[in-house]
């Protein structure tokens, strides 16, 4: 068994007094897409940012490609670079052009040149299926064109691992197709993601392993079949009966 | 059933044309009532008011003819016009660069710049800006425009760059009274930009600053091209009403003697006694400066503001 690619240990972290991740053990391997589910609170969300530091953990260990992460900056600008990360609010540089807003990280971080970095965007616009928005400005697109926009951004960095907070959770439910397709499509290429969604059937589909979490605990992880058909904790069975 | 068959979606028609105001009765009554109330106070005013304008006093104060160099030179009334814009445009970039530093500082996550900051914006901001403009000039300008004696160093310095120090800065022979008067306009003017700035910097959205950071973005660069573009856009209509301001706060420090343009309208009304007239030759320099300034400010929020 190869080393993980993420390995989390004994997480646990508090927001002032609530304890809000609780001893949490993970490990997922390159190439694996793991989907995490659960009620409001359960901390979700919490898991993914202590991944690339949004949030800072108090106790426990998270191992990037084997390295512990020790919040020095400059391992986290590194790690950073290779987690890809697409927010539930879309967080799009509104001054910026679409274009402008996948070169820059290009050309700041990667340091490439504006003639390759424009190449790079423009091959991962055309990659979510909007090459022709790029001059357009973000308030000028729609929601679903807006987060298939902050995918290619992120892709653009060429990460290993793509970090999703409820992608889906702002959009109608006419623009979700259009994101799911294009999430589909990243892990039919054999990136490793991490998902937080409440899109069952998109689970369903494209997970290898499905996370449930309740009131910051990991309840259960189990493959998509063994997880729908035989939840073993009582919890899982109660929140499946509820969304299925 | 009725109303079971499926409606196709109907295409966009244009609007049809907005309704043309039309004068009523009503409108006519009003007009005609105002303009009753306003011709009959102009009557009974003609025969109160003892004044007569006298405009051919005044125009000899703003240019007159030097038979030294035959030439037509300003006179104080432009004089002073060209110190208030010297004043206007470096006061508003010092008080920028202020208010730009003051304003990252006020927020920072050090407790010393944020209480450096904090205290400055609060010491200026209780104060009447006259009471400030005292206080300030007669404190710097006896303690500090001495050790600094900033004309006897331009006046060693060689005439060229004397001729360029003179057009940025005006006459070299008063250059302490400019400067005093400048900082003074521009630390006054900075606490207020300073809390605008910080507004700017806070009216971002937190998810912009995570979303650079995910990328890889460092602190430098995401304040740089993510979070300062975005923040100062949003502040384009404060900002630009605080210049306004500061071009008219620039006529206080004409208290102190700093010969700006409503000191000179001052020292002309004293000497040709025609208040009317020079004061309002005054007004309608103060007006047409702020109003080119407020059109540049709506051109640039047209361009860069807000919603885009």
């Keep these: 068994m190869s080393t993980p690619l993420i390995e989390i240990q004994g997480l646990n972290k508090w927001f002032g007094p609530h304890h809000v991740l609780r001893d949490i053990d993970l490990s997922v391997q390159a190439g694996q897409k793991v989907v995490i589910c659960g009620p409001s609170g359960s901390g979700k969300s919490t898991l993914i940012r202590c991944l690339n530091q949004l949030e800072q953990h108090q106790q426990g260990s998270i191992r990037f490609e084997g390295q512990l992460l020790e919040g020095d900056a400059a391992q986290l600008r590194r790690v950073r670079r290779d987690m890809g990360m697409v927010f539930q609010q879309f967080n799009l540089f509104g001054h910026l052009s679409v274009l402008q807003n996948c070169v820059l990280p290009l050309k700041r971080v990667l340091g490439l040149s504006e ?40 892709l653009c960095m060429q990460p290993k691992v793509m970090l999703f907070d409820e992608p889906t959770s702002a959009l109608d439910p006419e623009m979700i197709k259009e994101v799911l397709d294009v999430m589909t499509e990243l892990a039919e290429s054999g990136m490793t993601m991490l998902c937080v969604t409440h899109e069952m059937g998109f689970a369903r589909r494209v997970a290898d392993t499905l996370v449930f979490m309740d009131q910051g605990c990991l309840i259960e992880q189990a493959p998509p079949e063994t997880f729908f058909t035989q939840p073993q904790s009582p919890r899982t069975q109660s929140f499946l009966a509820q969304i299925l | 059933m009725a109303g079971d068959e499926a409606a196709a979606v109907i295409a966009p028609r244009p609007a049809p044309p907005p309704a043309r105001y039309r004068w009523g009765l009503l409108d006519a009554f009003w007009l005609a009532l105002i303009g009753t109330i306003a011709v009959a106070v102009a009557w009974r005013s003609q025969g109160a008011l003892s004044y007569n304008w006298d405009w051919s006093s005044v125009w000899p104060f703003i240019v007159k003819y030097d038979s030294a160099s035959a030439s037509w030179v300003p006179n104080l009334l432009l004089q002073g016009l060209m110190t208030t814009v010297r004043l206007a445009l470096w006061g508003m970039l010092l008080a920028t660069l202020i208010g730009l530093l003051m304003g990252w500082m006020r927020n920072h996550r050090r407790l010393l710049l944020r209480l450096i900051a904090s205290s400055y914006v609060m010491t200026v901001r209780n104060i009447p800006p006259v009471v400030f403009v005292f206080i300030f000039v007669y404190f710097i300008s006896s303690q500090f425009m001495p050790a600094l004696a900033l004309d006897t160093r331009v006046g060693q310095l060689p005439a060229p760059i004397q001729e360029l120090l003179s057009v940025l800065f005006g006459p070299l022979n008063l250059i302490n009274n400019f400067f005093l008067g400048l900082i003074c306009l521009s630390v006054f003017t900075g606490a207020y930009v300073t809390e605008i700035v910080r507004a700017g910097l806070q009216s971002v959205p937190a998810g912009q600053s995570e979303a650079a950071h995910s990328l890889g973005l460092s602190d430098v660069d995401t304040m740089r091209w993510v979070i300062w573009p975005q923040a100062l856009r949003n502040v384009l209509p404060s900002l630009s009403g605080q210049f306004i301001q500061l071009i008219k706060d620039s006529s206080l420090v004409s208290l102190v003697s700093i010969q700006e343009l409503s000191f000179m309208a001052q020292d002309v ?22 109003f080119v300034l407020s059109q540049l400010f709506a051109h640039l929020e047209r361009r860069h503001g807000r919603s885009r």
């Design chain 1, 115 to 154: 003639s390759l970095a424009r190449e790079r965007a423009m091959q991962l616009l055309e990659r979510v299926r909007i090459p022709e928005q790029a001059h357009k400005f973000p308030a000028q697109l729609s929601g679903g064109q807006q987060q298939r926009v902050a995918i290619a951004r992120s």
């Design chain 2, 269 to 290: 009304q004293v000497s040709t006694q025609r208040v009317f007239e020079v004061f309002v030759l005054t007004a309608g320099v103060y007006f047409c400066i702020c």
